[in-house]
């Protein structure tokens, strides 16, 4: 470089850093471009750090002071010898003041791979900005090594490729098509190769256009056309396209999307499907929903035995392991990894005696682990999520590996959701007792979850569940059981199992619709009578659910001018049926004309619902005064437990009939 270019430099940073003076927020789209060092490890100073915004007002990378990792940071380090300036060093990009206060890793933070130990084999890459690299590459073999599609978050997404073969993979199309669901799209129909980059074909949003492969933009030359005159593109092939845009999985899961879209213009925005999953190239998800269990599936939608698990864990379930053992199967060789139940990999592998810890990819993130204890399977979960790392993040695919029970936990400590991994698992957590002192700044003096600190004493927090577990059994008799999160179960029972009942609570803990004897409630979960119920106190006053006796759903459902055979067990719409408008209600597979009748009404909601449309007309008119004796009608359409006649209460049987002299 001639010295009449490095004073010409020298004269654009003078430049940018006087418009910096003048404007706390500076054009970054400058086309004058940034001096920067090109990689993290350029920082000539041990407390210098790299940082995509370390200059010219956060618009180019360079090198910032920051605490590393496991350094005191807020109060923590401040002492009587630091100074102002010091005090006001924070930590490194890529970590965060956290837990102890001390520096520990943002695992949200691309950058905080920068600070991880030599202890793990393998971290992702990050691009000139700090995020999350689209491609990241894992094995050092380039024959079975292989490259993977990530988010800017760092979340595994579609698209995949040997590494031996991934030079052209992008991954743009699997990223765009991620970034639009993010933003809440959800009939996105771009189609991505299996690398994650684009087919050459695109439509999106009633417009189809050619694309080049990498970056989704239109072909030179050639035009964006309307979604009906597609196949007059030229890169259109009616061998390989066939005669609709849409593939077999996705034209299942758009109708659902469609809908779903009819419910919400209908302001029903919590009716549920059970969700066709398909890829992005318009192939089957990695499972499928049957019941109440999930199976991993193929491309084509074949189910990969034996692999499933129950929805209650699905969220932590991928599919990885499942999908490579057939993978390997169609190459003709053996996967040498173990698999969960669920088709995941088993984080903890052994190879010649020898244990190992994997990724949720199958391969290996530190070798060599000890076997001591159980605790080393823990140990996989967390080998980035270490004494120094800080928050964890919750939704990994990991999930919980915690079955702790309440009898598990030590006298005085209350299981409790978000008890362990930093909030993110169940877990046992302690406390002062009731009527303890207490201190709510004073971790030690805490109270126990279930108790407040009132007035420097623990007492009862009766806004949840959980103080019921402080209450002396032998004086209140009968203890109501609790969710993790502090609510109330929803089914609640009572006596011996052969005579004793169950009944169905709200999460507030005050009983609800539905009741049925105890050697009967295997499969009672009240799901239709807490819905119902949430729906009531949101200030829906015309709901349509039925519920059966025991709070469950009844098979036929209609709400919102809309019906659907539903699961009794969840309410969701059954698999290989559709939702229809309610005039279609008869033409539904569930229908039955000896037990439905003409009219989904019954007789105690057809009078109910009567009341409540001349209310809406009073309403209407502006007179907002006037008042009824309602009439009150139980979840399955049946009359209430009471009626009011002349401003008498009296108590009343299923069929409307008055009980005895009760009033």
Request: aromatic share 8%; hydrophobic share 30%.
């Amino acid at each position: 470089m001639t010295l009449a270019i490095i004073k010409s430099w020298k004269l654009l940073i003078g430049l940018s850093c006087l418009h910096v003076s003048a404007q706390l927020v500076p054009n970054c789209a400058s086309t004058l471009g940034c001096l920067s060092f090109p990689v993290h490890t350029s920082c000539p100073n041990p407390d210098e750090f790299w940082s995509p915004t370390a200059v010219l007002g956060g618009c180019c990378p360079g090198c910032v002071r920051g605490l590393p990792l496991g350094a005191p940071c807020g109060s923590a380090s401040t002492t009587d010898s630091t100074t102002h300036s010091e005090t006001e060093t924070s930590c490194a990009p890529g970590l965060v003041c956290g837990l102890g206060s001390v520096c520990r890793l943002h695992t949200g933070d691309c950058l905080s791979t920068h600070h991880v130990p030599d202890s793990v084999k393998w971290v992702p890459q990050c691009d000139s900005r700090g995020r999350f690299a689209p491609k990241q590459c894992l094995g050092d073999d380039p024959i079975n090594g292989r490259c993977f599609c990530y988010s800017a978050e760092g979340k595994r997404i579609f698209g995949w490729s040997w590494r031996n073969q991934a030079q052209s993979m992008t991954c743009a199309c699997s990223r765009r098509r991620a970034e639009l669901e993010a933003e809440g799209r959800i009939d996105v129909t771009l189609h991505c190769t299996p690398n994650g980059n684009y087919e050459e074909l695109q439509c999106d949003q009633g417009v189809c256009w050619c694309a080049d492969t990498k970056t989704g933009w239109q072909d030179a030359g050639t035009r964006a056309v309307p979604q009906e005159l597609w196949n007059s593109l030229p890169c259109y092939n009616e061998t390989l396209h066939g005669v609709q845009y849409l593939r077999r999985c996705e034209s299942v899961a758009f109708s659902q999307i469609l809908q779903r879209k009819q419910f919400i213009i209908r302001g029903h925005t919590d009716v549920t499907f059970t969700d066709t999953l398909c890829e992005y190239d318009g192939g089957y998800g990695r499972y499928m929903i049957e019941g109440q269990e999930a199976a991993c599936t193929w491309h084509d939608g074949t189910k990969l035995n034996p692999y499933r698990t129950s929805l209650r864990t699905l969220s932590a379930m991928n599919c990885n392991c499942a999908r490579d053992e057939k993978l390997f199967m169609l190459a003709g060789q053996k996967l040498a990894l173990a698999c969960e139940g669920n088709g995941n990999y088993v984080p903890l592998q052994s190879r010649n005696g020898e244990l190992f810890c994997v990724d949720p990819n199958g391969y290996v993130v530190a070798e060599n682990v000890p076997d001591q204890t159980n605790s080393f399977i823990l140990h996989c979960y967390c080998i980035i999520i270490t004494s120094a790392v800080d928050p964890p993040t919750c939704d990994s695919s990991y999930g919980c590996i915690s079955s702790i029970r309440q009898e598990d936990c030590a006298k005085g400590e209350i299981l409790i959701s978000g008890g362990s991994l930093n909030g993110c698992c169940p877990g046992c957590q302690g406390g002062r007792m009731y009527l303890a002192v207490c201190n709510m700044n004073i971790p030690d003096r805490r109270c126990a979850p279930g108790l407040k600190c009132s007035g420097r004493k623990c007492i009862y927090d009766r806004s949840t569940c959980l103080h019921t577990l402080h209450l002396d059994k032998d004086l209140v008799g009968w203890i109501p059981k609790c969710n993790l999160d502090g609510t109330y179960a929803a089914k609640q029972c009572r006596g011996d199992r052969l005579s004793g009942r169950c009944f169905c609570y709200s999460e507030d803990g005050k009983r609800i619709f539905g009741w049925d004897w105890y050697r009967n409630t295997e499969r009672m979960t009240c799901a239709c009578s807490r819905r119902r119920d949430k729906l009531e106190k949101e200030g829906r006053f015309d709901v349509t659910l039925h519920c059966t006796q025991n709070g469950n759903y009844e098979e036929l459902q209609c709400d919102s001018g809309l019906c659907w055979c539903a699961d009794e067990l969840t309410g969701r719409v059954q698999l290989g049926t559709t939702v229809v408008h309610e005039s279609l209600w008869q033409l539904l597979p569930c229908y039955n004309s000896t037990l439905h009748g003409e009219l989904y009404l019954r007789q105690c909601e057809s009078a109910s619902q009567a009341q409540k449309l001349i209310l809406k007309k009073f309403y209407a008119h502006g007179t907002v005064g006037v008042t009824f004796n309602e009439i009150l009608c139980d979840y399955d359409g049946a009359y209430g437990r009471y009626k009011v006649e002349n401003g008498v209460v009296f108590c009343t049987w299923r069929d409307g009939k008055k009980i005895g002299s009760f009033q």
